[in-house]
């Protein structure tokens, strides 16, 4: 069975940084797509970025430059670390998995992921 728990989220100033981790049950990092995903208040779940099976990592364009998705097989889990956090930035954060063949079918559609964390928050004060 597939279990990812997210854990590290807090309330930062605006400017801080938070590392998120997500904890998975199996070794997921050689045969799973794995995400990161945002939720805020009142908007759809928006896609970070993802690696796939061949540790390539994609990112959304408004992620790119202040967000950095890493993982760590030996632990079973993935990363995200979140630099210069602004009060935008306050939302429920996911970490999700699907099993893949490899680049082409790993991006940041949610629909396309079938395992999900219970989320952790981030809040961002300014």
């Known amino acids: 069975q597939v279990q990812l728990m997210e854990s590290g989220g807090d309330s930062v100033q605006a400017g801080g940084s938070l590392r998120l981790s997500c904890r998975t049950s199996?070794?997921?990092?050689?045969?799973?797509?794995v995400a990161w995903f945002r939720q805020r208040s009142g908007k759809e779940r928006e896609g970070i970025g993802v690696?796939?099976?061949?540790?390539?990592?994609t990112y959304a364009e408004i992620f790119k430059e202040r967000f950095t998705i890493s993982r760590d097989k030996a632990k079973n889990t993935l990363y995200l670390e979140m630099n210069s956090l602004k009060p935008a930035d306050r939302g429920m954060y996911y970490c999700?998995?699907?099993?893949?063949?490899?680049?082409?079918?790993?991006?940041?559609?949610?629909?396309?992921?079938?395992?999900w964390g219970q989320g952790t928050q981030v809040t961002v004060s300014s």
């Open positions: 199996v070794s997921l990092l050689n045969n799973y797509c």
């Open positions: 999700a998995a699907h099993p893949s063949f490899g680049e082409a079918d790993c991006y940041t559609r949610a629909r396309e992921f079938e395992h």
């Open positions: 690696i796939d099976i061949d540790w390539r990592k």
